[in-house]
């Protein structure tokens, strides 16, 4: 993800990663080395996860659920301004976890010119491009692929369990433990 949309940044972009987890995708940024600079800010609703991506250099951090039709006034109280974003991230979350139309409630965080980069299970590649036309983006890149969660990885909650249970009845889940798991990556425009 973090080859797809370099192209698309500039040095010290501000970019919100939704369901950021521990930052891996802000560190897989860091690690291409493309873009330099940048500045991420992370939505989870993983207390413990937030403090992770502290730890890798996020700014700011808000807990929030992203399946929450007011979540743009509850980042908004968070943050203490109504702040949009030019450039929206989500691996693993929309697809994993959430219905991809969920995205309407992030999608109030975009400003008008934003581009938005999401990758989720291969289930939601038929969605996707409805979705971003609904909201008036256009899909300028997509591709499959397959994405590698480790047993012993640090992306997921650390308490399968129960945050499972929390999740009951809202959909798809991912397995944490799950290796090779066939994704589905865009990039959509406005
Ligand atoms: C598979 S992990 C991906 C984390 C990170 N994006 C990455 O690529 O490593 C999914 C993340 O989504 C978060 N998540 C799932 N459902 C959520 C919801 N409804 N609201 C906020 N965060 C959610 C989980 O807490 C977890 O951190």
Same mark, same amino acid.
């Given at each position: 993800m973090a080859r797809?949309? /370099?192209?698309? #940044?500039h040095e010290g972009q501000e970019v919100l990663d939704l369901g950021c987890g521990s930052g891996l995708v802000g560190k897989a940024f860091e690690e291409l080395g493309q873009v330099n600079n940048l500045i991420f800010d992370g939505v989870d %609703? /993983?207390?413990?996860?937030? @403090? $992770?991506? $502290?730890q890798r250099g996020y700014r700011n951090l808000v807990c929030a659920n992203l399946s929450q039709e007011d979540l743009a006034s !509850? @980042?908004? &109280? &968070? #943050?203490g301004t109504e702040k949009k974003y030019s450039t929206l991230v989500s691996?693993?979350?929309y697809g994993d976890f959430l219905n991809?139309? &969920?995205?309407e409630y992030a999608f109030n965080l !975009?400003? $008008?010119h934003s581009v938005v980069a999401v990758a989720g299970r291969e289930a939601i590649h038929p969605f996707i491009p409805s979705v971003f036309k609904i909201f008036g983006f256009e899909v300028v890149h997509s591709e499959k692929g397959v994405a590698h *969660? =480790?047993?012993d990885s640090s992306n997921c909650v650390k308490n399968p369990e129960a945050f499972f249970t929390s999740l009951l009845g809202s959909g798809s889940l991912l397995n944490p =433990?799950?290796?090779? @798991?066939? *994704?589905? *990556? %865009?990039i959509g425009k406005r």
């Open positions: 797809m949309l /370099s192209p698309y #940044l %609703f /993983s207390a413990n996860m937030l @403090v $992770k991506a $502290k !509850a @980042v908004w &109280d &968070d #943050l691996v693993g979350v991809p139309v &969920d995205l !975009a400003d $008008k *969660y =480790e047993p =433990e799950q290796v090779g @798991v066939n *994704y589905s *990556y %865009f």
